[in-house]
């Protein structure tokens, strides 16, 4: 489905955050008509913490097996989207979604990954995820009752209608899997201040990090019509 044959590791920028009223660089926006996909769900459903509408991920990929992840209920029952994966044992499969893309346009990209035991393997898998044919993130997991996710700015490639999220092995030949994707374009709602431009072309500026200072709890969406963080 992809049309990469080999992925490049280069030009992936960390965002730092810096609190100060002329350089707050990166804002995340999560608007209505972002894309919200429950990888591995069979169904629509509309998330009843959240009110975010969440898709199967079906139409945007051919590859791939569904999973369920019992753990997901005890571990993180408010997370709807956890509680399956699309996980990809075909080591010979190029496994990668595709979304529909406008040519040289800013668009930010999701990748969120709850394991939970879901095939009772006896230790964490690791694997690689990539977009548009750069490797941007090496994926592994602290344990298996903790979520991460992988969160990128990026310019869309030219001469295009389609973006790509990949997943592949890594030397360890774990069988990757995800849980969910979010996917928005940010053209028209991102915020740039002066000292502040899209990523170049080819490179991504990676989210490092979230925090709710002073909180004791995850904070998730603020509405359902324009949401801006959601963890």
């Given at each position: 489905m992809s049309k990469f044959g080999h992925f490049s590791s280069q030009h992936v920028v960390d965002v730092e955050i810096l609190f100060n009223k002329s350089r707050l660089h990166f804002f995340s926006?999560?608007?209505a008509g972002s894309i919200f996909v429950d990888c591995g769900s069979n169904a629509s459903y509309v998330d009843e913490v959240t009110n975010i509408s969440w898709v199967p991920d079906a139409p945007y990929i051919?590859?791939?097996v569904n999973g369920y992840v019992p753990s997901a209920q005890t571990n993180y029952p408010n997370f709807s989207?956890?509680?399956t994966v699309r996980y990809f044992p075909d080591s010979t499969a190029k496994n990668c979604y595709s979304f529909?893309?406008?040519s040289n346009q800013t668009y930010q990209i999701r990748g969120t990954f709850f394991y939970g035991s879901y095939d009772n393997a006896t230790t964490t898998p690791s694997f690689q995820m990539g977009i548009d044919g750069t490797i941007v993130a090496n994926v592994s997991f602290n344990d298996a009752a903790t979520f991460v996710y992988y969160e990128f700015?990026?310019?869309?490639?030219l001469n295009t209608n389609q973006t790509f999220l990949c997943l592949l092995r890594d030397s360890s030949n774990s069988i990757p899997f995800i849980s969910a994707i979010s996917f928005s374009n940010l053209t028209d709602d991102f915020f740039y201040t002066a000292s502040t431009a899209p990523p170049n072309q080819g490179h991504?500026?990676?989210t490092k990090y979230r925090l709710n200072f002073g909180g004791n709890r995850f904070v998730r969406y603020a509405s359902k019509n324009h949401v801006h963080?959601?963890?």
């Amino acid at each position: 489905m992809s049309k990469f044959g080999h992925f490049s590791s280069q030009h992936v920028v960390d965002v730092e955050i810096l609190f100060n009223k002329s350089r707050l660089h990166f804002f995340s926006c999560w608007h209505a008509g972002s894309i919200f996909v429950d990888c591995g769900s069979n169904a629509s459903y509309v998330d009843e913490v959240t009110n975010i509408s969440w898709v199967p991920d079906a139409p945007y990929i051919t590859t791939g097996v569904n999973g369920y992840v019992p753990s997901a209920q005890t571990n993180y029952p408010n997370f709807s989207e956890f509680t399956t994966v699309r996980y990809f044992p075909d080591s010979t499969a190029k496994n990668c979604y595709s979304f529909p893309a406008i040519s040289n346009q800013t668009y930010q990209i999701r990748g969120t990954f709850f394991y939970g035991s879901y095939d009772n393997a006896t230790t964490t898998p690791s694997f690689q995820m990539g977009i548009d044919g750069t490797i941007v993130a090496n994926v592994s997991f602290n344990d298996a009752a903790t979520f991460v996710y992988y969160e990128f700015i990026y310019v869309s490639q030219l001469n295009t209608n389609q973006t790509f999220l990949c997943l592949l092995r890594d030397s360890s030949n774990s069988i990757p899997f995800i849980s969910a994707i979010s996917f928005s374009n940010l053209t028209d709602d991102f915020f740039y201040t002066a000292s502040t431009a899209p990523p170049n072309q080819g490179h991504y500026v990676q989210t490092k990090y979230r925090l709710n200072f002073g909180g004791n709890r995850f904070v998730r969406y603020a509405s359902k019509n324009h949401v801006h963080s959601k963890f």
